[in-house]
């Protein structure tokens, strides 16, 4: 799990000039980059060759035992002309995203007002929503294939009330609201925790001059909620995006990526790609475009972020 | 009823008002109680299933657990797969990947807080920046490096590549930044070379947040799925989320074993969030958003 910190300078405390005065600053440097030295040698091993690697691969046809061969961008250029699956997986992934930012954002930001009203039982039930977030996704992406299966228990408490239930996993058009479901259970614990955070440092006295002054509630929340909480909403939001691109356990143990190609998203397509059919150069090229993709929402959202977020209260 | 119409006898006192929020709360609780119930129904389900009989699986009967309890389905999925070796793997795995998380995040947060060298906040700042990566884009390289260094199928594979992700330091410079450097001037005019403050100093002072980076690495470490999917193909090398996708084979789903395993993969992190809440609330909160 990771907590995006916000990057701007007003949010970053600087680091205090104070440092240990008596260390020289040579001697400083040196000792700094002892302690350094473990983090950014992994971090360089583990995180920057693989990332630069990974574009380099992209331009060889390159199977796991033979030789790779360079072939420049025709990776890139039959992903995008000559693959239909690329389109659909893209599509795929990029509705998956929107559908679920959007509702997980809502609920959860519904949940924590509702969790944040209801006195000394908020914590206890933040902590019950919050519980999938920290269990193995394989272990709930099994049990909701259980449940949403023809004969599941979601199909018999319909049929207990006359419905007859459709095939959740099977249906190309129910499949993929199906994962959304699914995940939005997993994940939206992780935002009403954060936005709880946010909510609770808004301070009570500022609602009630606010209540005094005759604000009613949809005010209270345009004018005061929504701005204090707007640092918090953003962060969320970019993390909910991140996350929702790279979508994998859910299709690969729900639905296998169908039916049909219906379900399949872009890291399930890479991990095929790579493991599957021995195209790592194929899968390389894909993973950068997820990452393309994910760079240019996360800058865009940055450079968007003064329109709506609020950093002077 | 007979409040309300008490109430409403004696407006001026402004009971009503109160009764009537507190009619709002037990509404708002019995709400949120079918709520939270609906939302819990999945692991609920899970446990029920891992005590059914095969046949009785999806059988619609009223009744929920069937006829007997099958705790048999733990000793199936016990054999099934090498599961106890498993569950052995995947405490290594989330152990040391924790310990080396938080170990080295500690060293380089105190390098970032406490020191001064040149490009120490550019270095910061694209060690940061790669918070927003996401990690399925390295997959590719780790494994054709994993596969070069001889290290598919092990253990180490599972731990070292995901161990050295900015989220840890940052955590950890931040609690540091907001600490005082008395004691630690101190230390040093009574000689104590860095490495001792650290270890003596900081280390007591940093220990909510060390356990939040080491919690949350635990989870994840617990929990992953797509690398140890990549790098293992060895039955008895494998963490429990590989190990619970081997429960469908060619002849279908072994639903009971693969309830009980899911229910055995389950506790630990229910026992930490139980457990840990409070830290786990003081760590989001401290994730950069909660302090304004």
Known sequence: MIVLPEVNSEAMPAAPAAAPERIQGRAQGRLAALYLAPGMLGFLIFIIIPLVSSLAISLYKWPLFGDPEFVGFDNYASLFSSDPVFWTVLGNTLVFAVCYTVLNLGISLGLATW????????????????IPVVTPMTANALVWRLMLSDNGVVNSGLAGVGIHGPSWLSDSNLAMASLIAMSLWQGIGYNIFVLGAGLSNISPGLLEAATIDGAGPWQRFYRIVFPMLSPTLFFCTVMTIIGSFKVFTQPYLLTLGGPGESTNTIVLYLYRNGFSFDKMGYASSLAWILFVIVMLITALQFSQQKRWVNYDN | MTTDTLTRTDPQTGKRDRSRGRRGRIISRTAMIVVGLGFIFPFIWMLATSLKSTEEVFSTGANFLGSHLAWSNYNTAWTLIPFGRIIVNSFIVALAGALLTTTVSLLSAYAFARFRFRFRDRLFLLFLGTLVLPHEVLVIPLYIMMNKLGLVNSLVALIVPFAFGAFGAFLIRQFLLTLPLDYEEAARIDGAGSFRILWSIILPLVQAPLAVVGVFSFIDYWGS???????????????????????????????????????LAVLPSLVVVIVLQKQLVKGISMGGLGGR
């Open chain 1, 115 to 130: 969790l944040h009203h209801i006195g000394k039982w908020g914590p206890f039930f933040r902590v019950l929503f919050f």
């Open chain 2, 225 to 263: 799925f797509l690398w140890p999917l990549i790098v293992i193909n060895d039955n008895t090398q494998g963490t429990i989320p590989l190990g619970l996708s081997m429960f469908s084979g060619e002849r279908g789903t072994d639903w009971g074993p693969l309830m009980a395993a899911s229910t």
